[in-house]
């Protein structure tokens, strides 16, 4: 069965400092793979997509970057962590456009 | 561009009892797909339910069900014989039908709160 793995489950760091997310899936092929935030209290909101290897689409400018150096291995990134960039941060994947996608647990990250 | 719109922040329900979580949407797609997501307190999202536009047919799956309405853009969501552990935040989700459509696009939320 596929499995999503993501780490850390929570962060604190300086405002300034880099970033480095990451996510994990196992089981199955050349998913599409997702980076959302979510502000507390609120919806999600699609920060990155992927649909292949090296092949990465931004939905929302900003300081946040994303990899996928990997088939099944997606990462968020940033230089210099900014106040607003804390919140909840979901990877998930789906099987291709369309379908159920499936998430992980999660990273809340808090700025300081 | 599409947008879900949840109009209920709050809700509550008694154990056993049913509830209908209200969700609309805006598109000028014909062809999309529509879920359910429940995050409990532990944050994780999963997957409650799945409409495809072009089945009419509405999708159920044990205790829950939907309500779609393709003319009116509405898809409820109805919990019965609620329990508590369905007590989580509910997020409705739309998804386009082209083959190149990633964008998923979530309403706000509502929370469901379960009463014993």
């Known amino acids: 069965s596929q499995t999503i793995h993501q780490w850390p489950a929570t962060l604190v760091q300086p405002v300034g400092s880099p970033l480095s997310l990451e996510c994990t899936v196992e089981?199955?092929?050349?998913?599409?793979l997702y980076w959302y935030r979510q502000a507390a209290g609120r919806g999600l909101q699609l920060l990155f997509y992927?649909?292949?290897?090296?092949?990465i689409s931004s939905e929302v400018p900003q300081n946040l970057s994303a990899s996928r150096p990997q088939d099944r291995q997606f990462i968020l990134s940033s230089k210099k962590l900014l106040l607003s960039d804390s919140g909840f941060y979901l990877c998930?994947?789906?099987?291709?456009?369309?379908?159920?996608?499936?998430f992980g647990d999660g990273t809340r990250l808090s700025i300081l | 561009a599409q947008t879900v719109t949840q109009s209920q922040p709050e809700m509550s329900v008694q154990e056993a009892e049913t509830v209908t979580l209200s969700c609309t949407y805006d598109?000028?797609?014909?062809?999309?797909?529509l879920f359910w997501y429940k995050q409990p307190p532990s944050r994780q999202m999963i997957l409650v339910i799945r409409?495809?536009?072009?089945?009419?047919q509405n999708a159920t799956e044990n205790r829950f069900s939907v309500n779609f309405q393709k003319a009116a853009k509405s898809f409820s969501l109805k919990i019965s014989d609620s329990q508590l552990g369905d007590a989580a935040m509910y997020f409705c989700?739309?998804?386009?039908?082209?083959?190149?459509?990633?964008?998923?696009?979530f309403g706000a939320g509502t929370r469901l709160t379960v009463k014993p």
């Open positions: 989700a739309y998804s386009g039908g082209l083959d190149n459509n990633n964008d998923m696009r």
């Open positions: 992927s649909v292949g290897i090296g092949q």
């Open positions: 598109t000028s797609e014909s062809d999309y797909y």
């Open positions: 089981g199955t092929s050349n998913p599409n």
């Open positions: 998930a994947w789906s099987i291709s456009s369309n379908q159920p996608q499936h």
């Open positions: 409409q495809e536009a072009y089945k009419q």
